[in-house]
């Protein structure tokens, strides 16, 4: 059967080791075999990911309470840090 993608070089520095650890335990066949299934599973991490993103964001707006604007929200930030500031350097002298 004949090849459906084209060789491609890829500098693994000291993943591999790994790698040919991988192929001499015989999981798998070759270093390419190994990179596959590498490739799939950061596509099943990313997609995990994201389905726990999206999940996270139609929470966010299917949320009823009143959306607080920025400023307010920036606002507080660099009130609490200013108090945590002042209390560690406090702390410190």
């Known amino acids: 059967m004949p090849r459906t ?26 270093a390419s075999e190994v990179m596959r299934a590498a490739v799939r599973a950061l596509d099943r991490e990313e997609a995990a990911v994201t389905d726990w993103l999206r999940q996270r964001i ?3 707006l299917a949320d009823p309470r009143p959306s607080i604007p920025a400023r307010t929200v920036f606002k507080k930030l660099r009130q609490h840090h200013t108090t945590r500031s002042r209390t560690r350097r406090r702390e410190e002298a």
């Not at 060789?7 to 001499?24: S, W, Y």
């Open 5 to 30: 993608s084209r060789p491609i070089t890829v500098t693994l520095g000291d993943l591999q080791a790994r790698v040919e650890a991988r192929v001499k335990s015989g999981a798998y066949a070759s």
């Open 58 to 60: 139609d929470e966010a």
